[in-house]
């Protein structure tokens, strides 16, 4: 533990952040979204197949949980403490309000792939529930995870495209992305944003379950005291990674595959975190927000039109192998950055509009 942060819990970000950079950048900067509903591409080199199959399996759905697992537990932590000072409802929302405004920046002038809106909104139904027994949490908790199985087996009537349209889609997608102005493609990318409602639709229950887990988590001290839980950390990682690996791999019970796997992701962090391990992943955990909204504008900048406009050129084994050079570079650039000053940029504006005046930034400043 490092002053109030605790070492873990940055870490782990800064490893999930790795996650949802492969999964962002070889499903959704490289093509089209919506190519992942054509079904396998033939013409597929063997090294392709495999990252895809990596980010696919490994990846894809279980690096977005940990970080909602984090996000409420971030809520938690910050509820607590804003509770000694009063009015923790109050900057909360203003927090998330914040958020908010910069999710809908991202999602309308840079990319639509944008989680920020979901996680603002998520955020501000869950809030009420922070001040709820422990026990409330928990069955909240179970109750969206519950709906989300529900609607991944029962037909609720989510609006979903023919399959004519993802092809039709995805080849004019390659073609505005790749060679269109920057008007064209914000454009375009609005477009698209009603048919990217439905996996939103379907994936918030699961969203909001994982932010009471992790409210959860903090309440019950299991996140706030690791070390004192290992056992119970060892079975989240033995039957998480083991059972949750099993049911991806034969893509059976999608739903509690992915979420087993992601929790026994992060109990293994949790526990290589308490031999010492890890913390050069520390910084990027702590700047996250910052990596996060740079990797889309790096990324832009190679597969868009008024970039570089190497959209649905490239395949998954070169694109994969770049999302590594960019994470090892901000890794490097975080870990420095922080040497210098107390936040990243964005997350010092974050706090700075949230508190409503300039927060210190230099750790020269006095607090």
């Keep these: 533990m490092t002053g109030e942060r605790i070492d873990a819990i940055d870490i782990l970000r800064g490893i999930a952040l790795f996650g949802v950079l492969s999964v962002n950048l070889v499903s959704e900067f490289r093509v089209s979204i919506f190519q992942q509903f054509l079904g396998p591409d033939p013409g597929l080199g063997v090294l392709d197949k495999l990252v895809e199959g990596l980010v696919r399996v490994g990846f894809e759905m279980k690096a977005?949980?940990?970080?909602?697992?984090?996000?409420?537990?971030g809520l938690?932590?910050?509820?607590?403490?804003?509770?000694?000072?009063?009015?923790?409802?109050?900057?909360?929302?203003?927090?998330?309000?914040?958020?908010?405004?910069?999710?809908?920046?991202?999602?309308?002038l840079i990319w639509n792939g944008d989680i920020l809106t979901e996680y603002a909104?998520?955020?501000?139904?869950?809030?009420?529930?922070?001040?709820?027994?422990?026990?409330?949490?928990?069955?909240?908790?179970?109750?969206?995870?519950?709906?989300?199985?529900?609607?991944?087996?029962?037909?609720?009537?989510?609006?979903w495209p023919d399959p004519a349209w993802f092809e039709q889609h995805v080849a004019l997608a390659d073609q505005v992305y790749a060679s269109g102005s920057y008007a064209e493609i914000c454009r375009f990318s609005m477009n698209e944003l009603p048919y990217l409602l439905p996996l939103h639709l379907y994936v918030i229950p699961r969203t909001l379950a994982l932010f009471l887990l992790?409210?959860?988590?903090?309440?019950?001290?299991?996140?706030?005291?690791?070390?004192?839980?290992?056992?119970?950390?060892?079975?989240?990682?033995?039957?998480?990674?083991?059972?949750?690996?099993?049911?991806?791999?034969q893509d059976v019970a999608t739903g509690v595959g992915q979420s087993l796997l992601a929790a026994g992701y992060a109990a293994t962090v949790i526990l290589l975190t308490q031999r010492g391990w890890l913390r050069s992943f520390a910084p990027l955990g702590r700047m996250a927000?910052?990596?996060?909204?740079?990797?889309?504008?790096?990324?832009?900048?190679?597969?868009?039109?008024?970039?570089?406009?190497?959209?649905?050129?490239?395949?998954?084994?070169?694109?994969?192998?770049?999302?590594?050079?960019?994470?090892?570079?901000?890794?490097?650039?975080?870990?420095?950055?922080?040497?210098?000053?107390r936040f990243g940029p964005l997350e010092w504006l974050w706090r700075t509009l949230m508190y409503g005046k300039t927060q210190p930034m230099r750790r020269t400043a006095k607090v």
């Design 64 to 73: 977005f949980a940990v970080f909602s697992f984090l996000f409420g537990l």
């Design 76 to 108: 938690a932590v910050q509820f607590e403490r804003l509770s000694r000072t009063g009015r923790p409802f109050y900057w909360l929302a203003r927090r998330l309000g914040v958020l908010l405004v910069f999710g809908l920046v991202h999602l309308l």
């Design 121 to 159: 909104l998520g955020g501000l139904l869950v809030l009420p529930l922070l001040a709820a027994p422990t026990w409330a949490l928990a069955v909240a908790a179970a109750g969206m995870f519950a709906l989300y199985l529900f609607i991944g087996v029962v037909p609720v009537g989510i609006p």
């Design 214 to 249: 992790g409210a959860l988590a903090w309440r019950t001290g299991v996140m706030q005291r690791p070390g004192e839980h290992r056992r119970l950390w060892t079975g989240i990682a033995v039957v998480g990674v083991a059972g949750g690996a099993a049911l991806c791999i």
């Design 289 to 341: 927000f910052t990596n996060y909204i740079a990797q889309s504008l790096i990324f832009g900048c190679i597969f868009f039109g008024y970039g570089l406009g190497q959209f649905g050129k490239l395949g998954a084994a070169p694109v994969f192998l770049l999302g590594i050079g960019v994470y090892v570079a901000q890794m490097v650039l975080s870990a420095w950055w922080l040497r210098h000053f």
